[in-house]
């Protein structure tokens, strides 16, 4: 069984700066993606960041250039560097990875860490 743990969420003001930090537990040597998601107050979960298995990187166009997601393999941990917050960055932060069992697709969760910009 694979658990995802988040840390690094807190409070900053505009401009500031964030790391984000997933640490997995249990097998993932079979996963696909590793990715950030973010929900805002009344918003629905929105994919923010991803990695692949062959270290290719995306994003999304808002954070494109202030975020920076990486993987150290070794640590079997996950990391989101935040740079140059917005307030409209605010919302809870979930790390998400995409592991292949046999044929099919599973989706495991951490549990979320909060990041609040203020201006």
């Known amino acids: 069984q694979v658990q995802l743990v988040e840390s690094g969420g807190g409070s900053v003001q505009s401009g500031g700066s964030l790391r984000l930090s997933c640490a997995a537990s249990?097998?993932?040597?079979?996963?696909?993606?590793m990715n950030w998601y973010r929900q805002a107050p009344g918003k629905q979960r929105v994919l923010v960041a991803t990695?692949?298995?062959?270290?290719?990187?995306n994003y999304v166009d808002s954070v494109t250039g202030r975020f920076t997601i990486t993987r150290d393999a070794a640590k079997n941990t996950m990391y989101l560097q935040m740079d140059d917050l917005k307030p409209e960055d605010t919302a809870i932060y979930y790390c998400?990875?995409?592991?292949?069992?046999?044929?099919?697709?599973?989706?495991?969760w951490g549990q979320g860490t909060p990041v609040t910009v203020s201006s």
């Open positions: 998400n990875v995409q592991i292949l069992l046999v044929v099919q697709l599973v989706d495991f």
């Open positions: 249990g097998d993932i040597r079979t996963f696909t993606t």
């Open positions: 990695i692949t298995n062959r270290g290719t990187t």
